[in-house]
């Protein structure tokens, strides 16, 4: 089994850390490197179970994403986030499915734990148009592996947006051409509040990173656009309707809707700004 270091980026996560952590260690990592910016209690609680914890320099998600891999003593580097919850030897079957598929980053599947309407909705939502493991065009930065030997022509740097990376880094990574990335068979426990509000507030936020995503590539407003009115409230609702899970409906609509709204705002705030 190849050696691997785990990466976890945090931000005052002290409510959600320390189970996050345990999971790992339960999964023998080789390293765990915290990256955080946290002005709460977050370090106290992580010290224990963390090899090293550096600072990501409050330059946002992606940048701090950048420190983990720089920093990582190991090539194969897993992405995790603190509201991710692992099974014992998730890890170990997530590099094997890596290597089987062929793949320099793999993600897992998700699974949203703290089942409410709401939950329970993303859940199908995921199963519809996520948890479907093979080579994909798009993925999520965490949870997942990467092989970062074959990354060294594409960073998560200053030149990336904000506030979400996976649109951005993987955008690049096609147009570069060179790597292989997809879903694996794996699927690891996420914990999402489960209230309607912080669906709202996390719809948003995805939203300010399309607006990121676009002000930076003019070229894909249409496109986004698309994807985000069209393909979430019509083309992703109807397959859920065909597919008889209907929970997940609500679900595609809001978010698209949310995220369109989030998207045209903060795109106008980018621009005047």
């Not at 990467?146 to 960073?155: E, T, V």
Request: aromatic share 14%.
């Amino acid at each position: 089994m190849k050696k691997f270091s785990v990466v976890v980026c945090s931000k005052n996560e002290s409510k959600r850390i320390l189970k996050c952590l345990k999971s790992i260690k339960n999964n023998k990592p080789n390293e765990v490197l915290l990256v955080d910016d946290s002005n709460d209690n977050t370090r106290q609680i992580a010290k224990k179970y963390c090899n090293r914890i550096i600072s990501g320099g409050s330059k946002g998600l992606s940048f701090a994403r950048q420190v983990g891999l720089d920093n990582a003593k190991y090539n194969y580097v897993v992405m995790i986030d603190s509201d991710h919850i692992l099974k014992k030897n998730q890890i170990k079957k997530l590099l094997i499915e890596m290597q089987k598929f062929n793949f320099d980053i793999i993600q897992a599947q998700i699974n949203i734990i703290k089942l409410n309407f709401f939950t329970k909705a993303e859940n199908e939502g995921y199963n519809l148009i996520h948890n479907l493991p093979g080579q994909k065009k798009m993925i999520g930065t965490a949870p997942a592996i990467f092989n970062k030997l074959k990354l060294k022509h594409i960073k998560f740097d200053n030149k990336i947006t904000k506030t979400i990376d996976d649109t951005d880094f993987y955008y690049r990574l096609h147009k570069k051409g060179k790597n292989k990335f997809g879903i694996g068979l794996t699927k690891i426990d996420c914990y999402h509040e489960p209230s309607f509000i912080s669906y709202i507030k996390k719809f948003y936020w995805y939203g300010k990173g399309d607006a990121e995503f676009c002000f930076k590539y003019k070229n894909k407003i249409l496109s986004m656009s698309y994807h985000l009115i069209i393909r979430y409230i019509f083309i992703y609702s109807l397959k859920a309707i065909v597919s008889f899970k209907f929970i997940a409906i609500p679900y595609f609509i809001v978010q698209g809707f949310i995220r369109a709204i989030s998207l045209y705002l903060n795109l106008f705030r980018l621009i005047v700004t």
